[in-house]
Structure formats: C-alpha cells, structure tokens
C-alpha cells in the first residue's frame, strides 16, 4: 500500500527555475524523508524532516512539513539539467517500522 | 565502506526457474530492507531485518519468495518458480536503527522473467 500521494505526476522546467513538489499522507508519522531516482538506478536520500520540525534546508532544496494537512512540499531552487531524475516522499508511519512510498514526481529540466 | 551493493545488476530468467540476489549492507547497519519496483510506480516494501532476525515480511511476498540474513550481514532474497509478473527492480537498503536516518539504497537488481 502506498501512504504518500505525489503531485504533480511529472513536471517539466526550464534550467534556472524551481520546482516544486507535494506529498500527501494519510496516518501519523514519525518522519518524512524525500528521495530522488535517476533513470535505472537506486534511490538517493535527500532529507529527513521530523513531525516537530516544519521547514529543513539542505543546499538548494528546502522542504516543509505541515502535520495539520498531512502534506510536504519539496522546492528544488535554480534547477538545472542534472536535476532531472524522479522524486518520491516516504513516509515513516508511527505504527510501523518501515517507509512507505509514493509513486513519485517525475522532473524534467530541460537546458 | 562504499555503500549498499547489490548483485547481479541485471538477471534475465526463463519462467519457472529460481533465482537469488544478494545484497551487502553498510556494514555499521543492523536494519536491512527489500522493496519491490516495477517501471513507474514508487518501491513496495517486501521484508526487512534488524540483525539476522527477520521482523516483517509483506502480503505482497507469496511463498515462493524467501529472504535471508543469516549472520546479520549480507541477505539473499531468493524467488522460486519465477513468473512474469515478478520483473521488477528490486532494491535493497539499510539503515541505523535508532534515530530519524534515512535508507542507503544499492543500485538494485533489474529482473526479467522472459
């Protein structure tokens, strides 16, 4: 089962934008931790934030947290062709000692 | 240490044989994880260890599927009797148990059942 709900779907920019990315969740969490994917490979963990924490920065990405919606949002600044890649949130449920995915931002950034 | 490994990287199998990929964690990390991809679609968890003792395992994981951490190390996940519903991508991560730290994820291994 999936807890998190990405959107938009895919995302296409242009380099030197930002872009943005939501995440909706259902129960109560631990954590949220945002991933990216490149075409074929692995996942790369980009940052956690804690459901006390509301806002984390971490070089040109800045996420928030609201636990009164159960939404996350990541923002990627000056985006640049590299970016391009698939982004998913996970959610670190309380009742539950594993992350469940969403099914992910697609991001094009186009040069 | 230079991360989570994952082999084979690519595995192409007939229908009805067995087939096992391993995993090596990040050896200072006692949580290891399995999830499931199929092109598309976010990762499903399958199982995970803490240590060598096997903690859950998903209804998505049918008997034919079995998965191992013997000494608390490396972990095997093994298929049996392989269908063409099981290509997938799957992916193996660990992680420290205590605190809030995020999953170091291999590069996986791509299945296809022909």
């Known amino acids: 089962s999936q807890q998190g709900e990405e959107d938009p779907q895919a995302l296409s920019i242009q380099e030197g934008e930002n872009a943005t990315m939501n995440c909706s969740y259902k129960?109560?969490?631990?954590?949220l931790q945002w991933y990216r994917q490149n075409s074929g490979r692995g996942l790369v963990h980009l940052i956690l934030?804690?459901?006390?924490?509301r806002e984390k920065h971490s070089g040109r990405l800045r996420v928030t947290l609201d636990t009164s919606k159960k939404s996350s949002s990541l923002l990627i600044t000056a985006s640049r062709a590299a970016d391009t890649a698939s982004y998913f949130c996970?959610?670190?449920?309380?009742?539950?000692?594993?992350?469940?995915f969403g099914p992910g931002t697609s991001l094009s950034v186009i040069p | 240490d230079t991360g989570v490994s994952q082999d084979p990287r690519h595995k192409i199998t007939k229908r009805g044989q067995n087939v096992t990929f391993r995993c090596d964690p990040i050896?200072?990390?006692?949580?290891l994880y399995w999830y499931r991809q199929t092109l598309g679609q976010g990762p499903e968890f399958l199982t995970y260890?803490?240590?060598?003792?096997?903690?859950?395992k998903s209804r998505l994981l049918s008997d034919r599927f079995s998965a191992e951490r013997p000494k608390g190390s490396f972990s095997t996940l093994e298929i049996q009797r392989t269908e063409q519903g099981d290509s997938a991508m799957y992916l193996c991560?660990?992680?420290?148990?205590?605190?809030?730290?995020?999953?170091?994820f291999g590069s996986g291994t791509r299945l296809t059942v022909v």
């Open positions: 129960t109560s969490i631990n954590n």
């Open positions: 996970a959610t670190d449920e309380t009742s539950y000692d594993k992350v469940i």
């Open positions: 260890f803490q240590n060598e003792a096997q903690l859950e």
């Open positions: 991560a660990s992680s420290l148990v205590t605190g809030n730290y995020g999953y170091t």
């Open positions: 050896s200072e990390h006692n949580r």
């Open positions: 934030i804690r459901s006390n924490e």
